[in-house]
């Protein structure tokens, strides 16, 4: 096998063992299930940018609106995730709320004036 392929690949085994190390352990983190609805409508929101408040943890809901935020487990009881999307207005909700069930959040349109 050729050195430089060699190389590569145990280039690509450290990258990986290294970020599975910095996830931290399943203890660690805090999984919250969501889904994101139109409050006028019921129609489902897709694409909102989902971001733990203070932190560079953030997600996307998919194309039916859901989502599952992963966040450390210290957060779980005081964190705040702020929920934007273009045509609505940001919604702030507490991670306290959040279940085992999914949460359901409601954003309001943005008016156009």
Not at 85 to 106: D, P, Q
């Amino acid at each position: 096998m050729d050195l430089h392929l060699l190389r590569l690949i145990a280039a690509a085994l450290l990258l990986a063992a290294g970020s599975e190390l910095s996830a931290g352990t399943p203890e660690d983190v805090v999984q919250l299930p969501g889904i994101i609805l139109d409050s006028a409508t019921g129609a489902a929101v897709p694409y909102a940018s989902i971001t733990l408040s203070g932190s560079s943890i953030s997600n996307v809901s998919n194309s039916d609106g859901a989502f599952l935020m992963k966040i450390p487990s210290e957060a779980r009881n005081n964190g705040q995730l702020t929920i934007s999307r273009l045509g609505y207005a940001t919604t702030t909700v507490s991670t306290a709320e959040f279940g085992s069930e999914r949460l359901v959040i409601r954003m309001v349109p943005a008016s156009l004036s």
